[in-house]
C-alpha cells in the first residue's frame, strides 16, 4: 500500500524557515515525480514545486528564490525547503507523487502557519 506521510510543518514567524518532508513507503521512490502543493482556507489547492523523476524542478512564481524541493531517493523522501516566510504562505501543505502509469497518491498534509 502507497502511502506518503509529511512532517515539518508549524508555527513560523514572518522571515522564518521550514523545511517540510514528504516520507514514501509501498513504492519505487525513485520512479515517481514528486509535487507540493498547497491550500489556504477558502482557496484552491495550487502547485508550489514540483521535481520529477529526472530532477527537473519547477516552482509557483510568488515562491521561487525563497523555496528549494528536492529529493534523497535512498531514503524514499521528498522535501521543500522554504525561506524567508510571509504570512500568505499559510496554508496546509500537501505532497503528491505519481508513478509512471499515471496513478497519483496524495499525503495528508501538514500545516504552516506564519505569523506577521
Known amino acids: 500500500q502507497v502511502q506518503l506521510v509529511e512532517s515539518g510543518g508549524g508555527l513560523v514567524q514572518a522571515g522564518g524557515s521550514l523545511r517540510l518532508s514528504c516520507a514514501a513507503s509501498?513504492?519505487?521512490?525513485?520512479?515517481?515525480?514528486m509535487g507540493w502543493y498547497r491550500q489556504a482556507p477558502g482557496k484552491q489547492r495550487e502547485l508550489v514545486a514540483s521535481?520529477?523523476?529526472?530532477?527537473?524542478?519547477n516552482y509557483l512564481d510568488h515562491v521561487e528564490g525563497r523555496v528549494t524541493t528536492s529529493r534523497d531517493n535512498a531514503k524514499n523522501t521528498g522535501n521543500l525547503q522554504m525561506n524567508s516566510l510571509k504570512p500568505e504562505d499559510t496554508a496546509v501543505y500537501y505532497c503528491?507523487?505519481?508513478?509512471?502509469?499515471?496513478?497519483?497518491?496524495w499525503g495528508k498534509g501538514t500545516q504552516v502557519i506564519v505569523s506577521s
Open positions: 509501498g513504492i519505487i521512490f525513485s520512479l515517481l515525480d
Open positions: 503528491k507523487a505519481v508513478r509512471p502509469s499515471g496513478a497519483v497518491y
Open positions: 521535481l520529477t523523476r529526472d530532477n527537473i524542478t
